[in-house]
């Protein structure tokens, strides 16, 4: 079982989903959309207004090029790290670091 939270910066929780593996209440069209972590994300953030320069900050657990989309397309700011299989073939090029 897992809980996952929306939370403002003041630490005050918005909203909530409990996670129970196949016995969920995370929407099956957004899991078809966003996949399963996505739509986690997605669900919980419906209770915020579009464009209204919220700023999201996501664990890589959760990002990916859809996610991002589909926030970019509320006007909702969103930050975090993606891993290397949810680019979708995006190609990223290595980062020189200078010493």
Do not use: W
């Not at 320069?53 to 589909?70: A, E, G, M, W």
């Amino acid at each position: 079982m897992k809980v996952f939270l929306l939370c403002g910066s003041s630490g005050l929780v918005y909203d909530g989903l409990v996670y129970q593996g196949k016995t969920n209440h995370v929407n099956e069209e957004l899991v078809g959309t966003y996949g399963v972590t996505g739509a986690i994300v997605v669900q919980l953030s419906q209770c915020l207004a579009s464009h209204v320069h919220h700023k999201l900050y996501i664990d890589n657990y959760f990002t990916s090029l859809p996610v991002i989309r589909y926030f970019t397309a509320q006007g909702i700011c969103y930050a975090g790290t993606v891993r290397q299989n949810r680019l979708m073939g995006c190609p990223l090029s290595a980062v020189n670091k200078k010493e």
